[in-house]
């Protein structure tokens, strides 16, 4: 079974920094593309960022490219997402994700973590 686990979260204000972790069992982290998805309360869960298993690839959505960095270190089991020059508009729960699909924009996670918050005030 898939196990992920977001750490980092946290309240910051507007064009604060926050880096998210996501830590993956043994078992699951190289096979798998990875990502993070946002979901603000009363919205629907968004995609943010993708990274392919090696880590030579990565997508990132129009709203926070320019200001987020998706990274992963296989040896180390850990998927990061740097947020620089936050906006209150991030405001969301931030879940880790895990798919064998390819990544894209439209990518979406087979296995999800159980989220972390990210709260950014103006």
């Known amino acids: 079974q898939v196990q992920l686990e977001e750490s980092g979260g946290g309240w910051v204000q507007a064009g604060g920094s926050l880096r998210l972790s996501c830590a993956a069992s043994a078992r699951t982290f190289t096979p798998y593309n990875m990502g993070w998805f946002s979901q603000a309360p009363g919205k629907e869960r968004e995609f943010v960022a993708a990274i392919t298993w090696s880590g030579s690839s990565t997508v990132l959505s129009d709203s926070v490219k320019g200001r987020f960095t998706i990274s992963r270190d296989n040896a180390k089991r850990i998927m990061s997402l740097e947020m620089n020059s936050l906006k209150p508009e991030d405001t969301a729960v931030y879940y880790c994700?895990?798919?064998?699909?390819?990544?894209?924009?439209?990518?979406?996670?087979?296995?999800w973590g159980q989220g972390t918050q990210v709260t950014v005030s103006s």
């Open positions: 994700a895990a798919g064998r699909q390819p990544i894209s924009l439209s990518w979406w996670g087979d296995y």
